[in-house]
């Protein structure tokens, strides 16, 4: 497979690369910031591009947060940013639900497992739903649990669709709520699949290792709403009118960013060596994507302005 162009130090094969493209979508964690911290040069790089008439998009898989929220995460960083520049995964199911699936009464409510990020997506979108951070769904399961699951009489006959991302709360009560949903019909989503997630110099579960026992349950796979979904790429294609051969998507993974880049056939896809994947991963012969550029870090860019 052909290898990515390095453009680290490589000020001409830089200033062609941004002179390629009119809008880059940019993954966040491991691109922008590594958890709390921001690497440096990001503002500034970010500051370069748009000064050049860039438009800056910023595609996140993290479905914890609703996009006021990740404003505030924007804003703490010092990164400027504006709301309708971010689309993370939460809000990508939400406008799947309403202008795709269009759930209709009298079964047009979602049961949540996931967090406060999605529930305030929904309720954007006037989507009801049920589950989520509801503390009577992060308790310990009891035999009248059992019995009014198993009859049915403690489900709600208007869930039409089982949302899964991540949740710190998951529990067997809600595992189960969602399992019997989704026998009775419910569709089936999940706002991304990530196996884990960086944080702190380590991994941890990922909204996909919590959709997981339902697939194991089911035998059905989920539509999944983030990254490499190309229902997300569409979403994002319909709401900023993207020419995709100029768009360039930027991303620490290959399963997700990098994929997500090649399968929506955009002008091009660049590799940041600040995360998830190092050079080996794409040169491997079973190499899940590879990149057509990449560089060291994102601010090895701000060499264009020299
Ligand atoms: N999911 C969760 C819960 C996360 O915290 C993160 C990163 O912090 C991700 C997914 C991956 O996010 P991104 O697509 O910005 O790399
Ligand atoms: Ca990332």
Same mark, same amino acid.
């Given at each position: 497979?052909?290898?990515?162009?390095?453009?680290?130090?490589?000020?001409?094969?830089?200033?062609?690369?941004?002179?390629?493209?009119?809008?880059?979508?940019?993954?966040?964690? %491991?691109?922008?910031?590594?958890?709390?911290?921001?690497?440096?040069?990001?503002?500034?790089?970010?500051?370069?591009?748009?000064?050049?008439?860039?438009?800056?998009?910023?595609?996140?898989?993290?479905?914890?947060?609703?996009?006021? @929220?990740?404003?505030?995460?924007?804003?703490?960083?010092?990164?400027?940013? +504006?709301? +309708?520049?971010?689309?993370?995964?939460?809000?990508?199911?939400?406008?799947?639900?309403?202008?795709?699936?269009?759930?209709?009464?009298?079964?047009?409510? !979602?049961? !949540?497992?996931?967090?406060?990020?999605? @529930?305030?997506?929904? *309720? *954007?979108?006037?989507?009801?739903?049920?589950?989520? *951070?509801?503390?009577?769904?992060?308790?310990? #399961?009891?035999?009248?649990?059992?019995? %009014?699951?198993? +009859?049915?009489?403690?489900?709600?006959?208007?869930?039409?669709?089982?949302? #899964?991302? $991540?949740?710190?709360?998951?529990?067997? $009560?809600?595992?189960?709520?969602?399992? /019997?949903?989704?026998?009775? &019909?419910?569709?089936?989503?999940?706002?991304? #699949?990530?196996?884990?997630?960086?944080?702190?110099?380590?991994?941890?579960?990922?909204? &996909?290792?919590?959709?997981?026992?339902?697939?194991?349950? *089911? %035998? /059905?796979?989920?539509? =999944?709403?983030?990254?490499?979904? /190309?229902?997300?790429?569409?979403?994002?294609?319909?709401?900023?009118?993207?020419?995709?051969?100029?768009?360039?998507?930027?991303?620490?993974?290959?399963?997700?960013?990098?994929?997500?880049?090649?399968?929506?056939?955009?002008?091009?896809?660049? =590799? !940041?060596?600040? &995360?998830?994947?190092?050079?080996?991963?794409?040169?491997?012969? +079973?190499?899940?994507?590879?990149?057509?550029?990449? !560089?060291?870090?994102?601010?090895?860019?701000?060499?264009?302005? /020299?």
């Amino acid at each position: 497979m052909a290898q990515p162009k390095y453009l680290s130090g490589d000020v001409a094969a830089i200033n062609e690369f941004i002179d390629k493209f009119d809008v880059f979508l940019f993954d966040c964690d %491991g691109v922008l910031w590594s958890g709390d911290h921001v690497f440096e040069g990001v503002v500034e790089t970010l500051e370069l591009l748009r000064s050049r008439g860039k438009k800056t998009v910023f595609v996140t898989n993290n479905s914890t947060k609703s996009r006021p @929220e990740y404003k505030k995460k924007f804003e703490g960083l010092g990164i400027p940013a +504006d709301e +309708d520049e971010i689309f993370g995964s939460a809000y990508s199911s939400a406008i799947y639900i309403s202008r795709i699936l269009k759930l209709a009464p009298p079964k047009n409510k !979602v049961f !949540v497992v996931g967090e406060a990020g999605i @529930e305030q997506e929904l *309720t *954007t979108e006037n989507i009801p739903f049920i589950g989520g *951070t509801d503390p009577s769904f992060r308790r310990d #399961v009891t035999v009248e649990d059992f019995n %009014g699951l198993a +009859d049915g009489s403690l489900l709600d006959p208007e869930v039409g669709c089982v949302l #899964v991302g $991540l949740d710190w709360h998951i529990n067997y $009560l809600k595992l189960s709520h969602a399992y /019997q949903y989704l026998r009775r &019909g419910a569709v089936f989503l999940a706002t991304n #699949v990530d196996s884990t997630f960086p944080m702190n110099n380590n991994f941890f579960p990922g909204a &996909g290792s919590i959709s997981v026992p339902l697939v194991h349950m *089911t %035998g /059905q796979e989920p539509v =999944a709403l983030g990254k490499p979904s /190309q229902a997300m790429m569409d979403a994002i294609e319909g709401k900023f009118h993207l020419d995709r051969a100029r768009t360039c998507m930027v991303g620490d993974r290959l399963n997700t960013d990098i994929k997500f880049g090649i399968e929506g056939r955009l002008g091009g896809t660049l =590799a !940041v060596l600040t &995360g998830v994947n190092k050079k080996e991963d794409w040169e491997a012969a +079973d190499a899940v994507a590879v990149p057509s550029f990449y !560089v060291d870090k994102l601010s090895d860019l701000r060499a264009a302005a /020299q």
